[in-house]
């Protein structure tokens, strides 16, 4: 750890020595962080962003077999299985990459924090633009970061199968959202500053997929057999009974 701390500490005095200024150093260090691993995060935001609109496709007929079997919770799964399958789709695709990011990114946050903090002294006599000193929290700043963090979670490409799991997903933002201003309100802003710049530039990447990356939908017509197979099914059911 003290060798990647060590690693970051040395690009900050890098970025220090070319621009002659800690704020800007800071703020292009998130943006060369943010630049290494954008090509992971490039691919694990489209993955996901494809999981959306798939999901979006099949969430009524979701929503119907869990209102038709929701008391017999084995033939439920069997028949999701079943959907999944005949789709190609798979529900978990996406969490390998999601969890190698934050593999990644943890130990980054990690390492320029301490770097930020080893350097601290010099940073107490250090101003940018209005923030009086990096070494110390600033208000302004720190709301900045807040919103980026909720611009983030808001971002993110998302999938749910009912609207149950929509609302308790955007609370457990909320609840992170909140943890995070708690947690690191105290900060120096020389760190807020960095992670400020770090998310705005997946803000930014995340934007552009939305906007021009096209992703694949579920097969319409094998959704559309799926559905009839299923009404079928109903019909014969409730012509037994």
Not at 109 to 125: C, G, N, P, R, S
């Amino acid at each position: 750890m003290d060798l990647f701390v060590g690693i970051f500490k040395a690009l900050l005095n890098y970025l220090n020595g070319w621009t002659n200024d800690y704020g800007w150093a800071l703020i292009l260090l998130g943006v060369v962080t943010k630049s290494i691993i954008l090509p992971l995060y490039v691919v694990q935001t489209k993955v996901m962003y494809e999981m959306q609109v798939k999901m979006k496709s099949i969430q009524p007929y979701l929503l119907n077999l869990q209102k038709k079997y929701k008391d017999n919770p084995q033939l439920l799964v069997e028949k999701q299985m079943n959907l999944y399958k005949t789709l190609g789709f798979n529900p978990l695709q996406g969490c390998f990459t999601s969890l190698l990011l934050s593999f990644i990114q943890i130990p980054i946050l990690f390492a320029v924090f301490f770097a930020v903090k080893d350097e601290i002294k010099i940073l107490e006599q250090i101003s940018f633009l209005w923030i009086k000193s990096l070494a110390k929290p600033d208000f302004i700043l720190f709301a900045l970061y807040v919103l980026s963090m909720y611009l983030s979670f808001k971002i993110t490409p998302t999938s749910y199968s009912t609207p149950e799991e929509k609302k308790n997903a955007e609370s457990m933002q909320l609840i992170m959202l909140g943890t995070f201003a708690i947690l690191f309100f105290s900060f120096p802003s020389a760190f807020i500053l960095y992670w400020f710049s770090f998310n705005v530039i997946g803000i930014i990447a995340g934007w552009l997929i939305y906007k021009f990356i096209k992703v694949e939908d579920v097969d319409k017509e094998k959704l559309k057999q799926l559905e009839k197979e299923e009404e079928k099914s109903a019909k014969l059911e409730n012509v037994g009974t």
